[in-house]
């Protein structure tokens, strides 16, 4: 029977072996130092805010492994021998494999500040990280003062978590708005509006210059690239994950930032695999990056990864981007090719509208001269995922587009659909007359369909 | 405003003092004239029990009304040898033995001792019944709103508040939990079994129910008032915990309109008009008793009315349930309309996580809930073959013990006791979910007929695991969301707190086109075209 080793436990390595097992009856074993089970590293936040406990983030019963014949050895892996194709781990018995799937996701990037070592300093990818949390910030009494560092998605969940038991947080980010680096400005904007009105101490432009310790080797303060001393007993480090692959660096793999593997996830080395935020793309599909670490493009690998094992050879070929978040009370979600204002592209312009008065907003990109929709932002409002992959497949116009806002639109029966007003800034911006067309549930639920 | 919600509570918990020791407040002394309007009223003609009755009841007073019903019981006890010796007696004329018979007592000793307790009732809550109705109901009203109407404020912005909820003793099962629980549990036991405990609630509703219906009240008008303004209180927390999703609100204020119109003062108000009273919305097998003889004999005797009532509920369960479910999945019942869902949707969602979620949960749940659909069904065959060819028995078995039976196992203990003392410890839908027998028939159309399901939006899903800890029916969303997989689940009752929830704007409620309704899905929306088009299909 062939043997498959995954080393990893998370929504790549998962889905993998899923997807392996499902069809093949390989031999499957999952290699873990983490945590025992699989379980949704996104949903770390909820755990510390109290909405869920630990058990809730697991995705499937415990008794699932066993009856799917899937192999779980929670141990560290040391060293691969690629040549006799073995595993050293750091208790068990060496593991032997046919074929090997890194997915050892990725680490929090520190940038070698001075104190970083300091007690109270911490990065939140890892389920000891939540662990080290509770007993760093527990609460208000023991934790003063909370600063976190890096405006990204980690950054601003780290700050609703601790914001959620009401320790005071300075949120340090480096740009002149929070996730510019990925959103147009005035979508950036709305978000330092959100983030401030929920009293976080928001410091744009500002950077980490050194972590000062205090008694027994904790966190005392941090002096910011202002040179402002802060006083606080725990520094939340989120700028940025990069991949987790230190333990394959003597070996002949062959590494970049991450594990560089082709179109068809393959290392360098025959029946090496790596998938997920570890995996380096050499051959990059469209605008995407070569190292996406986002939950759905690890899924995808898993799940492309594991026909190719099962002799169905397939490329690694992602649809249009997506993406999602939550910033506070503030859903976003993304399709398509939204760029920053530094990084637009040539015929890239983008259509704007805004609520008056809550954080609600549509940011749509669109090509100057065809009109074609090239993607769009949404926050407070959801889309449906189905509907917008067609209209980009179908490189629909953005007139169309917004006449059939309605067949896009996912939010709860009853809300407030805000089209008209959509509609009318559109109108007014463009010199247009564009009417809404009524919702269609064939174009809803056949979106690919011809028929009227 | 943290002192404004304290102080709420320290009055809530003061008027749930008052309201509880009423149980054990107030003296007895029964007088001759009210034993005689008792005997009227619970058509009792026996002359031994009047005299044993005077005897053992008029001159004295009762401390507490445990110790007037052991004395009333002592009597009913008595009196019912006496007539049965009389009765067994050799040699004596049938018409003799037959009224020995005929004197015999059926009514339950508690039931005589909450009539005659009721009228005899002295002391401090009996005269100043008013005064302690707002020290009770009044007092926890207005603790319970100064608690909660803060909330706009102290929970932030509107949008999904769960914060500390497996943090805190009285949402995670802590001690505060198992007491609410030991409190409901007992409070059902007293509405069910003890109803002469309840006696100084009912003098404190008396006014009201003269109001309404023009008669004293009874522990089930007491019941009845305490259902509305529970879900009222409760309701304004929905308002304000999910002022961000219109659904929510709509959801909340229309199980709130049929609980207080169609559930309270549409029947007492036909009660004050001498008509049968009915709950339109109530449809049988949850109303069990719709087809008992009493209630078709009491339609049938009251003239048009009465017609209309049962052609009404025949039609209800046969035609407007599945054809609404059809429409708009069980939803319109089970979390618009329904009472017992009216409840759990208010008082019991902050319990809400607390449903098991696991498939060894799933199986007992659908063993249970069809074997009462089973017993309903089997019960109203039995009571409809009695009704119509007179036989008492069926196969051996008498309808009324299988009445009896149902009545009380599922009824009582289940429906209530079960169904509301669990909401803090099993979750809100205790009931719903493994013993409503109209909500296993509605499953059954909303599996199989039905153009409702939850949509899945294509691969947003982060498999984060709110939705499943946040439904009360015990689905595991997450299962199918995280497949790409619509839900089409019989049990889900559409309370749409999911979707609520997710943070990432997976799910969906709504009705659409049967075809493709339920889509097992392989490789999720979002990887390449062709390779989920060859997998899917397959």
Same mark, same amino acid.
């Given at each position: 029977m062939e043997q498959v080793v995954i080393i990893g436990n998370g929504i790549a390595g998962i889905t993998a072996a899923r997807h392996i097992r499902k069809n093949s009856n390989a031999a499957i074993t999952v290699i873990s130092s983490e945590t025992p089970h699989f379980f949704s590293r996104t949903a770390l936040m909820y755990v510390y805010m109290g909405h869920m406990t630990f058990e809730h983030t697991k995705p499937y019963e415990d008794w699932f492994w066993e009856k799917n014949r899937i192999g779980l050895v929670q141990d560290h892996v040391k060293q691969i021998d690629t040549e006799k194709k073995q595993l050293f781990l750091d208790q068990s018995a060496p593991i032997s494999f046919d074929k090997l799937i890194i997915a050892t996701g990725s680490k929090p990037s520190f940038h070698q500040w001075p104190g970083q070592e300091l007690k109270g300093v911490q990065g939140l990818y890892h389920k000891r990280d939540l662990d080290l949390l509770e007993a760093n910030a527990p609460n208000a009494q023991v934790c003063k003062r909370a600063v976190v560092v890096g405006g990204g998605l980690i950054g601003i969940e780290l700050a609703e978590m601790l914001h959620s038991r009401h320790i005071p947080v300075t949120f340090l980010v480096r740009e002149a708005h929070f996730w510019e680096g990925v959103l147009p400005t005035k979508n950036a904007k709305l978000l330092n509006d959100h983030i401030l009105s929920h009293g976080i101490d928001l410091r744009l432009n500002t950077e980490l210059k050194e972590i000062i310790g205090g008694d027994q080797g904790k966190v005392k303060a941090v002096l910011t690239s202002d040179n402002e001393l802060i006083e606080c007993q725990l520094v939340g480090i989120t700028t940025g994950v990069q991949p987790n692959i230190d333990f394959i660096k003597n070996t002949p793999i062959a590494l970049d930032k991450g594990i560089l593997v082709n179109k068809y996830l393959e290392t360098n080395i025959a029946g090496i695999y790596a998938i997920g935020d570890c995996a380096q793309q050499t051959e990059v599909t469209g605008l995407r990056r070569p190292i996406e670490a986002v939950w759905y493009t690890g899924r995808m690998m898993g799940e492309t990864l594991a026909q190719t094992i099962c002799g169905n050879k397939t490329a690694y070929k992602p649809g249009h981007w997506f993406n999602s978040a939550k910033f506070f009370e503030v859903e976003y979600q993304t399709y398509g090719w939204v760029n920053t204002d530094k990084r637009k592209q040539e015929h890239e312009q983008h259509f704007h509208w805004q609520h008056p008065h809550e954080p609600i907003a549509i940011t749509a990109a669109y090509h100057k001269e065809t009109n074609q929709l090239l993607g769009v932002n949404v926050f407070g409002i959801r889309l449906r995922h189905a509907v917008l992959d067609a209209w980009l497949s179908q490189h629909k116009s953005l007139d169309y587009c917004l006449a059939h806002w309605a067949d896009a639109l996912f939010d709860p029966e009853f809300s407030n659909s805000h089209q008209k007003d959509l509609l009318n800034h559109y109108n007014t911006v463009f010199q247009k007359a564009l009417k809404p067309v009524k919702k269609s549930w064939t174009k809803i639920f056949n979106p690919f369909s011809t028929k009227k | 405003m943290k002192q404004l919600q304290q102080l709420g509570i320290v009055l809530f918990l003061l008027g749930i003092f008052t309201f509880s020791s009423a149980i054990f407040m107030g003296t007895f002394s029964p007088t001759k004239a009210q034993l005689t309007a008792l005997m009227t009223e619970k058509g009792i003609s026996s002359k031994v029990f009047e005299s044993k009755a005077v005897a053992a009841l008029t001159n004295s007073s009762f401390n507490n009304i445990h110790s007037l019903k052991n004395a009333l019981s002592a009597v009913v006890l008595k009196t019912n040898d006496d007539h049965r010796a009389a009765a067994k007696k050799k040699g004596i004329s049938k018409e003799a033995r037959k009224e020995a018979y005929g004197n015999i007592i059926y009514s339950a000793p508690k039931d005589l001792a909450f009539i005659l307790g009721k009228a005899s009732a002295k002391g401090l809550v009996a005269e100043n019944s008013l005064l302690f109705f707002w020290l009770s109901f009044g007092l926890g009203i207005f603790g319970a709103l100064l608690f909660i109407v803060p909330q706009v404020i102290t929970e932030g912005p509107k949008g999904i508040k769960n914060n500390g909820i497996y943090k805190q003793n009285s949402t995670n099962r802590g001690f505060i939990a198992w007491g609410v629980f030991a409190y409901l549990i007992g409070f059902y036991l007293v509405l069910y079994f003890a109803p002469q405990y309840t006696i100084h609630w009912t003098l404190m509703l008396d006014p009201l129910s003269y109001a309404l219906n023009g008669g004293p009240a009874s522990q089930w008008f007491v019941y009845g008032f305490m259902y509305c303004v529970i879900m009222v209180v409760m309701a304004i927390r929905m308002y304000i915990k999910y002022r961000h999703v219109n659904y929510q609100i709509l959801r909340t204020t229309s199980v709130l309109f049929f609980q207080i119109?169609?559930?309270?003062l549409i029947p007492e108000i036909m009660t004050r008009l001498q008509l /049968?009273?009915?709950?339109? !919305?109530?449809a049988f097998p949850l109303d069990y008793d719709f087809f008992f003889s009493w209630n078709l004999n009491k339609l049938i005797d009251s003239g048009g009315l009465g017609l209309f009532i049962l052609v009404w509920g025949i039609l209800l369960t046969l035609v407007v349930v599945p054809v609404m479910v059809y429409f708009f999945g069980k939803r319109w019942y089970c979390s618009w309309v329904c009472g017992c869902g009216g409840l759990a949707e208010t008082l019991g969602d902050p319990y809400r996580q607390h449903s098991s979620k696991s498939l060894f949960s799933w199986k007992v749940e659908r063993w249970l809930v069809h074997g009462v659909l089973v017993f309903a069904v089997l019960m109203t065959a039995a009571t409809l073959y009695s009704f119509f060819t007179g036989n008492t028995s069926l196969v051996g078995i008498k309808t009324q013990s299988i009445q009896n039976t149902y009545s009380f196992l599922i009824g009582a203990i289940f429906a209530g006791v079960i169904g509301t003392g669990f909401y803090p410890i099993f979750g809100n839908r205790v009931w719903c979910r493994f013993g409503c027998p109209l909500a296993a028939y509605l499953g059954f159309v909303q599996r199989? !007929?039905?153009?409702?399901r939850i949509t899945t939006n294509g691969g947003q899903c982060i498999s984060c695991g709110n939705c499943s800890t946040y439904c009360e029916m015990g689905i595991d969303v997450r299962a199918y969301a995280q497949k790409g997989e619509n839900i089409v689940r019989s049990s889900c009752v559409g309370c749409g707190v999911c979707s609520a929830v997710c943070p990432r704007g997976v799910l969906k409620l709504e009705q659409g /086109?049967?075809?493709?309704?339920i889509n097992p899905t392989e490789i999720l929306l979002g990887n390449d075209v062709s390779l989920i088009d060859l997998l899917n299909k397959k």
């Open positions: - | 119109v169609f559930a309270f /049968p009273a009915t709950d339109f !919305k109530n199989f !007929k039905s153009r409702f /086109p049967e075809s493709g309704r």
